[in-house]
């Protein structure tokens, strides 16, 4: 497991641009741009920050929306949800609860049973194959 960066100077030495805007600055990158919201492979995705586990491959499903989405995570003490009201938007906010990145949003659209759509940002997520 990767040591958590102390400051925001670490981060931004650990972090390519984009991942430093998407994780510490919320931003969010540009829709069908990211390298995994096409991706079929089996696998885990994990925290770019700092490695957590966080979705599986098997509760990936294509949105159409461009960005990779899940309708769960692989455990619900691995993310933090807090609301947002940025943007003129009331949406809820998926951070890393280890190293505290700027994940997605959580929607309550989604097409499977558990009813919920988590849209998160390709550039935030690692790829561990199985
Ligand atoms: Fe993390």
């Given at each position: ?70 309708d ?40 499977t049973e558990t009813g ?15």
């Open positions: 497991m990767s040591q958590i960066p102390k400051s925001e100077q670490e981060w931004k030495k650990k972090l390519t641009p984009e991942q430093y805007h998407v994780l510490r600055e919320k931003d969010t990158e540009p829709a069908f741009t990211g390298k995994y919201y096409k991706s079929k492979e089996k696998g885990n995705y994990v925290c770019a920050g700092c490695g957590a586990e966080l979705f599986s491959s098997e509760t990936k499903f294509d949105s159409g929306t461009g960005w990779p989405s899940f769960k995570p692989i455990n619900t003490e691995n993310i933090e949800l807090r609301k947002d009201f940025s943007h003129g938007m009331m949406r809820t906010e998926v951070v890393c609860r280890k190293c505290h990145g700027h994940l997605g949003h959580v929607f309550d659209d989604g097409p919920r759509r988590f849209c998160i940002n390709s550039c935030a997520l690692g790829f561990r194959k199985k």
